[in-house]
């Protein structure tokens, strides 16, 4: 039902920068909370941040905080997260998630909660 596909992913030196884009379908794409996901080879799926639908809060891991900014552009169907001061244990395969019910405080943190998921972008940054 929902269409989301994530772009902008390549590979950086230590310290550089990306923007990864989110591009979601649906004429509700202002009533989704959008959130990012990464993961890295042998290790679980982690939350990155999230921006949510109701109030426009963010929230982030305390791993990116200060470095990255997630937004989103209503009007282009599309949540950005800006990656700055990027690491090497940054390098992961970022997912982009559509979560389009209501859910309570910190839902949107949850990987489970999210209805729709795009097919990632790999990440890798080189020290």
């Known amino acids: 039902q929902v269409q989301v596909v994530e772009s902008g992913g390549g590979s950086v030196q230590a310290g550089g920068s990306l923007r990864l884009s989110c591009a979601a379908s649906?004429?509700?794409?202002?009533?989704?909370?959008m959130g990012w996901f990464r993961q890295a080879p042998g290790k679980e799926r982690e939350f990155v941040a999230a921006i949510r639908w109701d109030n426009g809060n963010t929230s982030y891991d305390d791993s990116v905080k200060g470095r990255f900014i997630i937004s989103r552009d209503n009007a282009k169907n599309t949540a950005y997260l800006q990656m700055n001061s990027l690491k090497s244990e940054d390098t992961a395969v970022y997912y982009c998630?559509?979560?389009?019910?209501?859910?309570?405080?910190?839902?949107?943190?949850?990987?489970?909660?999210?209805?729709?998921w795009g097919q990632g972008t790999q990440v890798t940054v080189s020290s």
């Open positions: 998630g559509a979560l389009v019910r209501p859910v309570g405080p910190r839902g949107e943190t949850r990987e489970y909660e999210y209805d729709y």
């Open positions: 649906g004429r509700t794409f202002s009533s989704y909370t």
